[in-house]
């Protein structure tokens, strides 16, 4: 039963475009991604065509930050601090798919890691706007520290 209803039928059902795992992803559709990781973990190719969907989407917003965040006129960065707040943003969202609806799993924590090394050494840049992220944190916090509102 499986082989006949899922197993034949389940790189439509990832791929679909109004109800597929991309949809489920943009919708923050968490239930809905955890009964179908349930569902095709059962299969023998399930999670791995669950988790090459995942990544495919995930190095499209990776890159569309990358690309939106790098370098702008004369080789000045657009702007650091959101850049990094926005690749921290999609990890937070990831780390939460992975928890609530992945229940975990070692095969997709580990795609989505790959996934973020991958993208985040498209711009080698990466490492200082890290630094002035870090230290325009540290900068604020020194701020609340010394000047309560």
């Given at each position: 039963l499986d082989?006949?209803?899922?197993?034949?039928?389940m790189l439509?059902?990832v791929?679909?475009e109004?109800?597929?795992?991309v949809?489920?992803?943009?919708?923050d559709?968490?239930?809905?991604?955890?009964?179908?990781?349930?569902?095709?973990k059962?299969?023998?190719k399930?999670?791995?065509t669950?988790?090459?969907c995942?990544?495919?989407y995930?190095r499209?917003?990776?890159?569309?930050?990358?690309?939106e965040?790098?370098e702008g006129?004369?080789?000045?960065?657009?702007n650091?601090?959101s850049?990094?707040?926005?690749?921290?943003?999609l990890k937070?969202q990831?780390d939460?798919f992975?928890?609530d609806?992945?229940?975990?799993?070692?095969t997709f924590?580990?795609k989505?890691?790959s996934?973020?090394?991958?993208?985040?050494n498209l711009?080698?840049?990466?490492?200082?706007?890290?630094?002035l992220?870090?230290?325009?944190?540290?900068?604020?916090?020194?701020?609340?520290?010394?000047?309560?509102?």
């Amino acid at each position: 039963l499986d082989e006949e209803l899922i197993n034949k039928h389940m790189l439509t059902i990832v791929e679909m475009e109004n109800s597929g795992v991309v949809h489920m992803l943009n919708n923050d559709r968490v239930q809905d991604l955890r009964r179908l990781y349930m569902l095709l973990k059962r299969m023998t190719k399930g999670l791995p065509t669950m988790t090459d969907c995942i990544s495919r989407y995930l190095r499209r917003k990776g890159e569309q930050l990358v690309s939106e965040g790098g370098e702008g006129e004369a080789s000045l960065p657009k702007n650091p601090i959101s850049y990094i707040q926005a690749l921290l943003d999609l990890k937070d969202q990831f780390d939460h798919f992975l928890l609530d609806a992945f229940e975990n799993d070692k095969t997709f924590k580990q795609k989505i890691q790959s996934d973020f090394e991958y993208f985040l050494n498209l711009n080698p840049r990466s490492p200082e706007y890290l630094s002035l992220y870090m230290d325009d944190k540290l900068k604020k916090g020194m701020k609340l520290v010394f000047h309560p509102p």
